[in-house]
C-alpha cells in the first residue's frame, strides 16, 4: 500500500473511531438515566443500534483497504465480523480478539430485534444487558 493509500486509511480509521467514542458517550449519557422512563429505555436502545453500526462501518472500512470482498452477500454481516478475528499473513493483524466478537454478535441480535420488532416492547432488562456488553467491548 502506498503512502497517500496508508495515510487515507489512517485517517478514515481515526474519523469512525472517533463517531465509535461520540456514539458511547451519548449511550452513557442515555443509561444514566435509564430508570426514569420508557423514553429512555428506547433511546438507549437506539444507540445501541448506532454503536453497532458504526463498529460495522469501521470494519468494512478495513476489509476494504485489505481484503475487500465478501463473496456471500447473504452473510455479509456475519463474515465481515468473522474476518475482523482473522489475522491475514502479511497483510494485517486480527482487528479484534474472539471474545469482542462474541459481544459484538449478541449486539447485532439486538440490533436486528431493535430494528424488525417494530410491534415488539422494547425488554428493559435485555437493553441493560447489552450496556453491560458494549461496555465490556470497550474495555
Known amino acids: 500500500m502506498d503512502r497517500a493509500r496508508l495515510k487515507l486509511l489512517e485517517t478514515e480509521i481515526q474519523d ?6 461520540q456514539v458511547y458517550g451519548e449511550l ?4 444514566a438515566h435509564i430508570d426514569h422512563s420508557l423514553g429512555y429505555v428506547e433511546s438507549v436502545a437506539y444507540q445501541l443500534h448506532n454503536l453497532y453500526g458504526a463498529v460495522e462501518d469501521l470494519f ?3 476489509a476494504g483497504a485489505f481484503e475487500n470482498n465478501i463473496a456471500d452477500l447473504s452473510r455479509w454481516h456475519t463474515e465481515l465480523l468473522r474476518r475482523m478475528t482473522l489475522t491475514i ?3 494485517r493483524p486480527a482487528l479484534i480478539s474472539k471474545e469482542s466478537a462474541e459481544l459484538l ?4 441480535s439486538f440490533r436486528h430485534r431493535f430494528c424488525h420488532a417494530y410491534r415488539a416492547q422494547l425488554d428493559s ?9 458494549a461496555r465490556l467491548l470497550r474495555s
Open 16 to 21: 469512525q473511531l472517533d463517531k465509535i467514542e
Open 28 to 31: 452513557e449519557d442515555r443509561a
Open 60 to 62: 468494512k472500512i478495513v
Open 89 to 91: 499473513e502479511g497483510i
Open 105 to 108: 454478535v449478541e449486539l447485532r
Open 125 to 133: 432488562r435485555r437493553v441493560r444487558e447489552n450496556i453491560e456488553r
